[in-house]
């Protein structure tokens, strides 16, 4: 079993900044892509920011200079940094991880979604 446990979410004024996490815990051989998605009401999931085992990182338009996506490999744990925040940012954040199983199955898991608020 795989576990995906987000923190950092809540309300901020436009303007300020946050900064999400997102850790892993369970078994597996290996963690690959790690990304962050989020749903504002009335609105399918979109796609924030993610960051490959490498590194290499890619961000939605709406976000690139404002958000900054990291990952720490040893702590199995991946962040974003988000700053200006604007009232459109409001939505529930969720984490989503790639990961290879000791048995070498590829799965991919959500976490629970922490929600981020931001006033006018």
């Known amino acids: 079993q795989v576990q995906l446990v987000e923190s950092g979410g809540g309300l901020v004024q436009a303007g300020g900044s946050l900064r999400l996490s997102c850790a892993a815990s369970?078994?597996?051989?290996?963690?690959?892509?790690m990304g962050w998605y989020r749903q504002a009401p009335g609105k399918q999931r979109e796609f924030v920011a993610s960051i490959t085992s490498g590194g290499t990182t890619t961000y939605a338009d709406s976000v690139k200079g404002r958000f900054t996506i990291s990952r720490d490999n040893a702590k199995n744990t991946e962040y974003l940094q988000m700053n200006s925040l604007k009232p459109e940012d409001t939505a529930v954040y969720y984490c989503?991880?790639?990961?290879?199983?000791?048995?070498?199955?590829?799965?991919?898991?959500w976490g629970q979604g922490t929600q981020v608020t931001v006033s006018s």
């Open positions: 369970g078994s597996f051989r290996s963690v690959g892509a």
């Open positions: 989503n991880y790639d990961f290879t199983t000791y048995s070498d199955y590829a799965l991919s898991s």
